[in-house]
């Protein structure tokens, strides 16, 4: 465990007050600030914990990365760092690959509510998915609007565009943009703004919320709108050991909210999109794409999609089946159902 965080733990221990009989306090660690669409989220989450146990449970926030990491939290909460904490395993160092992988089954489920459908079907017919969350405690999944593209200073009107341009893009979108002839990398969203700034990336795949949540529209004026399918992860989670800690009827109100957890955060997500695309009006120059476009775009997504599901074998991890699971259960335009593989 990392110096600061336990000099962190011995500071709020210090500072921490007796807690009446009957009353259990968790944490709750997030790298982002209140005022972020997530955390309206998650405020709404603690509200009704804290209510549903008659102040039983108190949730103390620690907002804006002052606790967990991006890279490693995940471990951080199986070694209590915090009790519970937003989690990021599609930017974990190691151990999560195939949740990261699946995160590119998703073309088709445009919806939050399709594409939590469709983390589900896997969840239950895919084990290993189970295997890479070992020692947490998942109480939440989370979706999201369909990105497009935001660059900083050269405009994208066609696929043909990108040639070139370095773009900040999640790990299952890697090889598709390289396919498309630009130089994609990898990074935390909350380095993003940073990295336009300074010239660092040429542009971000990204949806229109980002404008205000992240303030980008300081930093790109053009956004190409190109539907770019995305997926859903296990985005809050707590450490198996607290998990276990807690008294039943705790662990039961807990697992009430995770509905009510996913719930928020899909509405503040569809809000956000109104909110950043009012951020944007009069500074970011939109650009729609061609069905054409969108249609190549699609078909490369799914073939490296099934590329590195098949790639995962050298993990010992049967992606192929995960990638078949997905598909099956994905038996419409957004509308899903847990086929398995048969």
Request: with cysteine.
């Amino acid at each position: 465990m990392r110096p600061f965080f336990l000099l962190f733990l011995l500071l709020l221990s210090a500072c921490s007050r007796p807690l009446p009989p009957g009353v259990t306090e968790l944490t709750y660690a997030t790298p982002y600030p209140p005022s972020h669409p997530f955390s309206r989220a998650d405020q709404r989450w603690i509200d009704f914990v804290e209510q549903r146990s008659a102040g039983r449970l108190v949730i103390r926030p620690i907002w804006s990365g002052a606790l967990l990491s991006a890279d490693m939290s995940m471990e951080e909460l199986r070694h209590g760092v915090a009790d519970i904490g937003l989690i990021t395993p599609i930017y974990t160092r190691g151990g999560a690959h195939l949740i990261r992988v699946q995160s590119g089954f998703y073309s088709g489920a445009d919806s939050i509510e399709s594409q939590l459908a469709l983390y589900r079907c896997l969840e239950r017919d895919v084990p290993e998915i189970g295997k890479e969350l070992a020692g947490l405690k998942i109480l939440a999944v989370q979706g999201g609007l369909l990105p497009g593209i935001v660059t900083r200073n050269r405009p994208i009107r066609s696929l043909a565009d990108l040639q070139g341009l370095r773009i900040r893009a999640p790990t299952e979108l890697l090889p598709v943009l390289r396919n498309l002839g630009a130089d994609p990398v990898n990074m935390p969203m909350g380095e993003v703004y940073s990295a336009m700034a300074k010239g660092v990336i040429d542009g971000v795949i990204a949806p229109p919320d980002t404008f205000r949540a992240l303030h980008l529209a300081e930093v790109g004026k053009y956004y190409y709108e190109l539907k770019v399918p995305r997926g859903a992860y296990p985005a809050r989670a707590m450490g198996l050991d607290r998990w276990n800690a807690l008294a039943p009827e705790l662990r039961s109100i807990l697992q009430e909210s995770t509905a009510v957890w996913e719930a928020a955060l899909a509405d503040e997500i569809r809000i956000s999109e109104q909110v950043g695309r009012d951020a944007a009006a009069g500074r970011v120059v939109m650009s729609p794409a061609s069905r054409s476009d969108q249609a190549r775009f699609d078909a490369i997504y799914l073939r490296d999609a099934e590329a590195n599901a098949r790639s995962l074998e050298k993990f010992a991890i049967n992606g192929s089946t995960a990638f078949a699971v997905a598909r099956r259960s994905l038996v419409g335009r957004d509308k899903v159902a847990c086929r398995g593989t048969q």
